[in-house]
């Protein structure tokens, strides 16, 4: 059930930002950043457009946040991102030290787990399978028209 200040509230939100992605021919990942029950900051992949390797949505949404709040810590954030990050955004995550991390679906070739939470900031919580089938699916219709 979708309830305001919900994880399913705030990874529809980051599948938004997947879909504007995805409707720029871009990898489809979103990524929102909540702090206080409100959104500081999203982002979505823009590695094509910035012709810029690391402008992954996890990437982006963090200078986001960081700049809003005036901070290069993030303890008191949760960050929601479609699909489980990278190694290079689990380190940013690590180093921001976002308080919670929320993932949808899990990214057994690319993702950080395959290495364990070891990669993320020790006080970094972790939760993740929120709203699953919904981020799997942009991704395997974004690769399958690809093919």
């Not at 999203?42 to 986001?64: G, P, R």
Request: glycine share 6%; proline share 2%.
């Amino acid at each position: 059930m979708l309830t305001i200040y919900s994880d399913d509230y705030f990874m529809k939100k980051a599948l938004d930002e997947a879909q504007v992605a995805y409707d720029n021919d871009e990898v489809p990942v979103g990524a929102v950043i909540v702090c206080n029950n409100m959104i500081i900051a999203k982002a979505h992949n823009q590695v094509e457009q910035l012709k810029d390797i690391t402008a992954h949505a996890e990437i982006l949404a963090i200078t986001s946040a960081s700049n809003y709040l005036g901070s290069k810590f993030l303890d008191d954030c949760t960050m929601y991102v479609s699909i489980e990050p990278c190694h290079m955004c689990a380190g940013a995550i690590k180093w921001a030290r976002i308080g919670k991390l929320v993932y949808g679906a899990s990214d057994d070739k690319s993702g950080f787990m395959k290495h364990g939470k070891e990669l993320l900031h020790p006080s970094t919580k972790l939760e993740y399978g929120v709203m699953n089938e919904e981020c799997a699916d942009i991704m395997k219709k974004f690769f399958k028209a690809l093919r």
